[in-house]
């Protein structure tokens, strides 16, 4: 058997030199344990081996396994490919905890440290489990553009691009995309970056964010899309739990199953469990960040550590969402202890009512005319959501920051690398 990867730690006992080699086929290190008098060549090659060096060897599992820090090997060949140049600016056996800002910076060197490759073979899970559960549902992947006209919330946060003698941006959101195609494919997904121009730094915001987005046609109302969210949700969760049990022991994270379907409160019932516990939301104002934490830490001690706020106010809502007679809307968000993960709703899909939502947002129609105009065509009724990949991520193995579930940062103050 041919193992190949990178010695992340070396240690002589004696006559012994244990390597531990961080490789591709398991996220624990493979250690192999080099004795004088078994391999004598071997023993005198690994000696001084540098942690760091690139090598793969030749080998087979150790009849009697001891190590408990991963697989063990008896070696028979050792080649080595590379060796560092100078000491790694990291510990890549993680033994000094490194700031956030250095694992950013060498996040491609720390992949070596089996937590951290953990955490994004995890994040792999994540994106494959999803594609499954939509193949098994019949949904169609898509790809919408990424340089765009128009954005669907608003100029604010659109990251500017000059498109030849035209003005575009970086694509916020595939919303009125996926909506558009709604007058020809009943169920569409596709797994996208969102670009957002937000200034602000906090641990919830990049400015290139993932998302996992859906738009389902011939829905009765938002509850449909509420469930294929939190069906998704659970299966993601569950193809975790199977087939990441490795990167789950490595992280000590221990992670539940999910039972469906979620807590439902609506957003009204939001504001009154917030207002008696003293933080007033005024009239028609979305949840603040605060407000929402408050919220997920009430929800949390009655059990409810997932649940969907359902019927925004209008006044907090995009353009998009079908509106009810009473001044709420179909959006619904999906919140895990604090945290915004989702997004969704029904959408207005009757032309006029259309036209009017964005008259009364103070859009100008003249701007979505490419949007407007699939909805002349027999639009069904439909829905969808967005949900954040990192926020998602960082809810399930309990990590505090965005930043650390996302193998390359941009955020206001990285560009590089
Ligand atoms: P927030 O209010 O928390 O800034 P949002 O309501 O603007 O988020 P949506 O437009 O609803 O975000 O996007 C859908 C999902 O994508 C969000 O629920 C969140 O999980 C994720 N998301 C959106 N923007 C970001 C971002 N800047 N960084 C990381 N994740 C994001
Ligand atoms: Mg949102």
Redesign the pocket.
């Known amino acids: 058997m041919r193992i190949c990867g990178w010695v992340i730690r070396r240690k002589t006992i004696g006559k012994i030199v244990i390597l531990e080699i961080s490789g591709d086929t398991s996220s624990k290190p493979h250690v192999i344990a080099l004795k004088k008098e078994r391999e004598p060549e071997l023993f005198e090659l690994a000696r001084d081996l540098p942690v760091g060096t690139a090598l793969c060897f030749e080998g087979e599992l150790a009849p009697v396994q001891k190590s408990r820090r991963g697989v063990e090997y008896i070696a028979k060949e050792i080649k080595i490919y590379s060796r560092p140049l100078e000491p790694l600016p990291v510990d890549t056996i993680g033994k000094v905890p490194a700031l956030l800002d250095t694992r950013i910076r060498y996040r491609y060197l720390l992949l070596r440290n089996p937590a951290e490759k953990a955490i994004f073979k995890i994040r792999e899970s994540i994106l494959r489990a999803a594609r499954e559960y939509f193949i098994k549902n019949g949904f169609m992947e898509i790809q919408t553009p990424k340089i765009v006209a128009a954005g669907?919330?608003g100029g604010a946060?659109l990251f500017p691009v000059k498109y030849f003698e035209y003005n575009a941006y970086l694509s916020?959101?595939p919303?009125l995309y996926k909506q558009m195609l709604m007058s020809s494919v009943p169920r569409v997904y596709e797994i996208t970056p969102?670009f957002?121009a937000?200034k602000f730094d906090?641990p919830?915001?990049?400015?290139?964010?993932?998302?996992i987005?859906a738009e389902i046609g011939f829905i009765e109302s938002e509850e449909d899309v509420m469930n294929v969210l939190e069906n998704l949700i659970a299966y993601i969760v569950d193809y975790i739990r199977k087939n990441n049990v490795e990167e789950l022991e490595i992280l000590g994270v221990e992670l539940k199953p999910l039972t469906v379907p979620f807590k439902r409160i609506t957003f009204k019932e939001a504001v009154d469990i917030l207002s008696s516990e003293g933080v007033e939301i005024p009239e028609g104002e979305?949840l603040t960040?605060a407000a929402?934490k408050k919220l997920g830490e009430i929800m949390a001690s009655k059990g409810y550590d997932i649940f969907f706020i359902t019927r925004f106010p209008w006044e907090a809502t995009?353009f998009y969402y079908m509106r009810n007679e009473d001044g709420t809307t179909r959006k619904f968000?999906?919140d895990y202890k604090g945290?915004?993960?989702?997004?969704?709703g029904q959408r207005e899909h009757r032309y006029e009512k259309l036209v009017e939502a964005l008259r009364d947002k103070g859009l100008n129609p003249e701007g979505f005319k490419f949007y407007l105009e699939a909805f002349k065509y027999g639009m069904p009724p439909h829905g969808g959501?967005?949900?954040?990949?990192?926020?998602?991520l960082v809810k399930l193995l309990g990590l505090s920051n965005?930043r650390e579930a996302i193998l390359f940062v941009r955020d206001r103050n990285r560009l590089i690398p």
Request: no cysteine; proline share 0%.
């Open positions: 669907a919330e946060t916020q959101s919303q969102y957002r937000e906090t919830r915001h990049l400015n290139e964010s993932w998302g987005d979305d960040e929402e995009g968000d999906l945290l915004e993960l989702s997004s969704g959501f967005g949900l954040g990949v990192e926020r998602l965005v």
